[in-house]
């Protein structure tokens, strides 16, 4: 099979099945008749495919299963949230900035992503399986220096729990205080603080006598997630396009 | 998706550019990616994969439909798939047009001075 028959893949199947065969033919018309060769090709062909599959991806979730999708989605943008907040700026910019601008691009298909109740119990239950992950890393690790693959699971995961009760707290916020429509139902939101917080303090009862740092590290990422937060509905609110176009 | 609703919003350029080409009578893929790159004085540049997958939200529109027959089967490969315009694509392209023509008019107004600011 050809280089572009194997690109083709990235594509969603119903799609690939439909019109992957003409793709492939004005492809080949492209390199023969119009002279699209070398460099030229392979920059217009991987651009051509970056710009189009994930968009068509994202439709075909959206058609079929659309609360996997979200959750999806949403659980990305949470993974580029925590890597802001862990890796700093050098990855956790570009990363939020990448994710602001496909959003951006893709809202009328997104819709309001927060409304899926399996993200909810999502990310609390992503943030224990690293920590649970991170601890037998540390309790298998016999030197005095943590290891990284302990390290950083545990790091990621704890974030992950501090930045979800960070957002339920805002949500409740919303809902009890400035009478917001809730995202998702009382009892969705309860289990996932259930969840998070359990995690967190358990977390705690293991830091024993680093519960200090356990606390300083907690209100600094509490203060980081609402500095992004912020940032990020300024940023919203400027970067809404008009109208969006379905085609 | 209904027309009413597809009429409140813009049509994106590589949609509008198709269905302009579309205008012109049926096409096959590759021809549409000349006819676009020629309307468009070279700006858009379709591959395969953005032209096809605006093709597929088109027909699901009912802005475009595929041509059974080919237009002449002698002069070309019959094995491709020709589209044509529909009623409703026409109707949207024209709204399009009228939307951008507006929009023109009213910059080139906020954009010119008055007579008595000259």
């Known amino acids: 099979m050809d280089l572009y028959g194997h690109l083709l893949r990235l594509y969603p199947k119903s799609f690939r099945n439909e019109y992957g065969d003409e793709m492939r033919r004005v492809h080949q018309d492209l390199r023969v008749h119009r002279g699209v060769r070398g460099t030229r090709l392979l920059t217009s062909t991987a651009g051509d495919v970056v710009r189009s599959a994930p968009k068509l991806r994202l439709e075909e979730g959206m058609a079929h299963h659309p609360g996997r999708t979200r959750a999806v989605v949403t659980i990305l943008v949470a993974i580029a949230l925590i890597g802001l907040i862990v890796l700093g700026p050098v990855l956790g910019v570009p990363a939020l900035l990448v994710m602001l601008v496909y959003m951006r691009r893709h809202a009328a298909d997104l819709g309001p992503a927060g409304r899926s109740p399996s993200t909810w119990i999502g990310l609390p239950i992503f943030g224990i399986a690293l920590v649970v992950i991170g601890a037998i890393g540390a309790a298998i690790n016999t030197g005095d220096d943590w290891h990284p693959l302990a390290m950083l699971p545990l790091a990621v995961g704890f974030t992950t729990l501090v930045v979800t009760l960070v957002l339920i707290a805002i949500h409740e916020l919303a809902v009890r205080v400035f009478h917001r429509l809730p995202l998702v139902a009382g009892g969705t939101r309860a289990s996932a603080a259930a969840l998070a917080g359990g995690a967190m303090g358990i977390v705690f009862i293991a830091m024993g006598e680093d519960r200090g740092w356990g606390l300083f590290i907690t209100i600094f990422l509490t203060l980081i997630t609402l500095a992004t937060l912020s940032v990020y509905a300024l940023m919203v609110r400027f970067m809404r396009p008009s109208g969006a176009a379905a085609v | ?118």
């Open chain 2, 1 to 118: 998706m209904s027309t009413e609703s597809r009429d409140a919003r813009p049509i994106q350029p590589a949609a509008l550019h198709i269905l302009l080409a579309l205008g012109r009578g049926e096409r096959h893929g590759y021809a549409l990616i000349g006819d676009v790159d020629a309307l468009s004085d070279g700006s858009i540049k379709l591959g395969p994969g953005t032209l096809y997958g605006t093709i597929k939200r088109l027909l699901a529109d009912g802005l475009i439909e595929e041509a059974e027959e080919r237009p002449d089967p002698d002069l070309d490969d019959q094995r491709r798939r020709y589209y044509r315009l529909t009623a409703s694509g026409a109707a949207a392209a024209t709204a399009e047009l009228d939307r951008l023509a507006s929009l023109v008019r009213r910059g080139r107004a906020a954009f010119t001075p008055a007579p008595n600011q000259a």
